[in-house]
């Protein structure tokens, strides 16, 4: 058994950008030498997400409109009224979708379906530079 | 410390249709005969999801109702106009509710509550073979 | 490698309620004595949630308001015309942010960020005594 480890490091657009870390986790994974185990992927910060989706250019636009629909931005937001930094809804959306994903690692690759890549989602309203923890444990 | 791996194969109903895993992850996880430990349960593909729910006939409707109505199937989503496929709203339900989850393991079993059923949630339009990807690692 | 489990004993105050896991996590991860690996953060049973947000005054707010605006508490769940105990909003809510969590550790510590919390939410209708189950995994 073996833990290997690696941050990827993103700067996002701005808000709703959706950034593919497929081919960057994979390339961790390669590394990590491990036949059968798990890869864990975390976003370090509390407005940014990460999961699972086709990250194909209409679905690009739907996530972050659906977040817009579910989670609007708002200044009624309690956070809002202490902070003043616009952002209470960032950090709503980014608990809902939740800020980590384990993936299943064979043969030094991720397990993942042909339509089923890894985001990163920026909640926040601006661009920020993001550190992305990777984790291979397998043997 | 050990790694063990099994794939349940399931056929989905279709749009809505919930299946408890959670006998058949618990077989898998009696087989790996680790004593402390963790399960990690993933979907796939992008139109499903996995998560933890009390699997009785109510709540069976209640959810693919609260999924249809925080997002709704339209022709108006940004995959729907270049795919036609009528499955935009899946990849996104999908991407909310997560593609996976892991359970504590303890002496062979799975440690989840007595009205906490694992589930697959079938997001997509149709009926679908669906390959769910079942590790255990513990000692 | 080595796992390393403790369960953590909490009293939610009621409907709505959000606690502070961090400190008690950050505790059982500094006994595990692991360099490099992840910790899992498990809800036992299926109206209580686990994830990461900034845990302060507003957002302690906001969220519960969030979870009740968009899975809010009613009669019309076929949950609640089988069992009459007020709680299907709860079950779908937990359903939705989801039972668990995992985060990285690195020299005995979790990696979250400064405004990162690691929450429990209650979703069911009344205090309740819950059982938080904490596995670390590393070497």
New interface residues.
């Given amino acids: 058994?073996?833990?290997y480890?690696e941050t990827i490091n993103i700067t996002s657009a701005g808000s709703g950008d959706m950034t593919d870390l497929t081919s960057k986790v994979s390339e961790i994974v390669k590394k990590a030498e491990v036949t059968?185990?798990?890869c864990?992927v975390?976003n370090?910060?509390?407005t940014g997400a990460i999961?699972?989706?086709?990250l194909?250019?209409?679905?690009?636009?739907?996530?972050p409109n659906?977040m817009k629909k579910?989670?609007p931005p708002s200044k009624a937001?309690?956070?809002?009224?202490?902070?003043h930094d616009g952002n209470?809804h960032s950090?709503?959306q980014?608990?809902?979708?939740?800020?980590?994903?384990?993936?299943?690692v064979?043969k030094g690759n991720i397990?993942?379906?042909t339509?089923?890549q890894i985001f990163h989602y920026e909640a926040d309203t601006k661009s920020r530079n993001r550190k992305i923890?990777v984790?291979v444990?397998?043997?």
């Fill in positions: 058994m073996a833990v480890r059968t185990g798990i864990h975390f370090f910060g509390s999961g699972t989706i086709e194909e250019p209409g679905l690009e636009q739907d996530f659906l579910l989670v937001y309690g956070h809002e009224q202490a902070w209470g950090h709503l980014s608990s809902i979708v939740g800020a980590e994903l384990t993936v299943p064979e397990m993942n379906g339509w089923q923890i984790t444990i397998g043997e």
